[in-house]
Each structure stands twice: as structure tokens, then as C-alpha cells.
């Protein structure tokens, strides 16, 4: 019980330091601290995963309108890039591009109040259909997924990173994702 209270109080507090300077322009909802705990012990990944944990704990204090699947760590040495997978499909609410790129902005500050990492990786994909008798693994293996976001910012570039969304400057969208945002097509 008393384990359970101190990683409540942990999240509340993590979210209560990121959330003064990196308060969500969407229309975030506040997740319960043990969903929260939960989803960043579940969905942290790489060979800094208690990092990816200690990031997690501050994201998933937040339900964003774009589902973040996962969150990655790796480092060498001194050296640490966090990387945020998200899923381009089963928003939790209406998402059009400002929206999106307002997520994606303070999702990046987030992860560097959070963490000491040099570089925060984004990407957003989507499911793509395959046939289950295929293999998913080796030489015949065929992808499941496609990317149709990426954006890689360093900590030295977030104070620019504003400009560079609303330019499209050094990112990558996927011409379907990007006209879906805009609403000509059907979610």
C-alpha cells in the first residue's frame, strides 16, 4: 500500500513539474496516477528503460488526443535520445494538424523537463493490412506498419522548434496523413 502511495505521489509530482511550463494546448484530459504508473512501466522500451519509465511517468499523466504507444530510451555512455512512438490511428478525440503539431511540441518539452536526454525522436505510424499465414520474422518477413510522421529535435533546437513545425521545416509526413489531418479525407 504504501508503494502504491509513493508512485501516486511520484506521478503527480513529475506531472506538476512538467505541466507549468509545458501545459497542453489540446484538449488533454488529466489519466488517473495508476493508469499513468501502469502505462509507463508497460510501454517503456530500450537499454535506458528506467529513463524511458521516468519519462513515461510524466507523459501518460496526461491522455492525449494521440495515443502514445511507447516510449524509448537509448543511450551510450553519457549519451541518451528518447524516442516517442505514437498511433496515427484511434485518436481520442478530433485531431487536425494544428492540434497535432501542438501535441508533438509539448510532448518534446515534456520529455526534456523530464529527462536529461539530448534528443527526443517522433513518429507516428500506421497499421498496415497483411496476411497472417505470412512470416513476421526473417528474410520473407514483410512490415506491419508504415511511418507517416517523423521529427527528431535536439535539446539545443527546442526553443526553435515552433517555427520549424508551423515550416514543415526537417519534418516527414506522409502525403495520406497530412491530407487526413486537413480533413479531405475520411478518418
Keep these: 500500500m504504501r508503494l502504491v502511495r509513493f508512485a501516486?505521489?511520484?506521478?503527480?509530482?513529475?506531472?506538476?513539474?512538467?505541466?507549468?511550463?509545458?501545459?497542453p494546448r489540446a484538449n488533454a484530459v488529466a489519466a488517473p496516477a495508476s493508469m499513468a504508473e501502469l502505462d509507463a512501466v508497460a510501454r517503456a522500451e530500450g537499454n535506458r528503460r528506467a529513463e524511458a519509465i521516468k519519462i513515461g511517468r510524466v507523459l501518460f499523466a496526461t491522455i492525449w488526443p494521440v495515443q502514445i504507444m511507447h516510449v524509448r530510451v537509448d543511450g551510450v555512455g553519457r549519451h541518451a535520445v528518447a524516442g516517442l512512438a505514437l498511433s496515427a490511428v484511434k485518436f481520442h478525440q478530433a485531431v487536425?494538424?494544428?492540434?497535432?503539431?501542438?501535441?508533438?511540441?509539448?510532448?518534446?518539452?515534456?520529455?526534456?523537463?523530464?529527462?536529461?536526454?539530448?534528443?527526443?525522436?517522433?513518429?507516428?505510424?500506421?497499421?498496415?493490412?497483411?496476411?497472417?499465414?505470412?512470416p513476421v520474422s526473417g528474410?520473407?518477413?514483410?512490415?506491419?506498419?508504415?511511418?507517416?510522421?517523423?521529427?527528431?529535435?535536439?535539446?539545443?533546437?527546442?526553443?526553435?522548434?515552433?517555427?520549424?513545425?508551423?515550416?514543415?521545416?526537417?519534418?516527414?509526413?506522409?502525403?495520406?496523413?497530412?491530407?487526413?489531418?486537413?480533413?479531405?479525407l475520411n478518418p
Design 8 to 23: 501516486q505521489l511520484t506521478v503527480v509530482a513529475a506531472s506538476l513539474i512538467g505541466s507549468a511550463a509545458f501545459a
Design 96 to 134: 487536425d494538424r494544428a492540434s497535432f503539431l501542438n501535441e508533438i511540441e509539448v510532448l518534446v518539452g515534456r520529455t526534456f523537463a523530464a529527462s536529461g536526454v539530448e534528443e527526443v525522436d517522433v513518429w507516428a505510424t500506421i497499421p498496415i493490412p497483411y496476411d497472417a499465414r505470412k
Design 139 to 184: 528474410d520473407f518477413a514483410e512490415p506491419t506498419s508504415r511511418t507517416v510522421f517523423a521529427l527528431t529535435c535536439r535539446r539545443s533546437e527546442f526553443a526553435a522548434l515552433t517555427a520549424r513545425l508551423r515550416a514543415d521545416r526537417d519534418v516527414y509526413w506522409a502525403e495520406d496523413f497530412r491530407a487526413r489531418l486537413r480533413g479531405r
